[in-house]
């Protein structure tokens, strides 16, 4: 078992998922106690830096990936089906939401980012704008992993989605608002394998909020392995 955690999280998420399976749950770079990746990238560099763990490895995993962790823990699956036998997902941004539009920068912050490319506003002041526009996650990254953050907030999966041959088992809270249900509904009927698990009451933090759901999902893959 591999687990991987969300943005701005760290392994202690998942330890309580993973009780008496035989798991390693890492801090990706750039969180808890891993250094950041040398330059900017999005989940295929996250992936460059986790794969190695897979061959180290004596069987095929299940990886676990909540929200960040399973844009790697898919990228993954895509490049190894001889190393990863299946997938448990839960709350991961795979889609665009298709419920509102999404929303666009402030005027003001708009008209700065465009001064700032043209060289007529002054790198300091460009990010005192972003520090006051930028989402929470945004204002709280910095150098590499602010970077990390852009590029990876812009990724999509879809064609990643459809090489999946391996099961995948998503466990979504219905109440997750930053990543609603209905995008693992559209991702479940893009997938060859899947299986949609809806928990009431439960919200983004699935790890936390449904531990025992969530072991139970990785219960069953793990009754898969050979």
């Known amino acids: 078992m591999l687990a991987l955690h969300g943005w701005g999280r760290t392994h202690r998420d998942l330890l309580e998922c993973l009780t008496g399976s035989d798991a390693i749950a890492l801090d990706l770079p750039g969180f808890g106690a891993s250094p950041a990746l040398s330059a900017a990238g999005g989940a295929a560099a996250y992936a460059d830096a986790v794969e190695p763990v897979l061959d180290e490895c004596a069987s095929q995993v299940v990886v676990l990936g909540h929200s960040f962790g399973g844009r790697v823990a898919l990228e993954l699956a895509a490049r190894r089906p001889d190393a990863v036998a299946s997938l448990v997902l839960c709350g991961v941004p795979l889609l665009r939401r298709t419920d ?127």
């Open 100 to 226: 509102r539009p999404a929303p666009r920068p402030a005027l003001r912050f708009r008209l700065a980012r465009g001064l700032h490319r043209r060289g007529l506003l002054a790198d300091g002041t460009m990010d005192r704008m972003r520090q006051r526009y930028g989402s929470a996650d945004y204002r709280a990254a910095s150098g590499i992993m602010r970077d990390v953050l852009v590029t990876v907030v812009n990724e999509t999966y879809e064609s990643r989605l459809s090489r999946i041959a391996q099961p995948v088992e998503l466990v979504w809270g219905r109440q997750d608002e930053p990543v609603p249900v209905e995008i693992a509904q559209r991702a479940a009927g893009m997938l060859a394998d899947a299986r949609l698990t809806v928990l009431d009451g439960v919200g983004h933090l699935v790890p936390t909020e449904a531990p025992a759901a969530l072991a139970a999902a990785v219960r069953r893959q793990l009754g898969h392995l050979p």
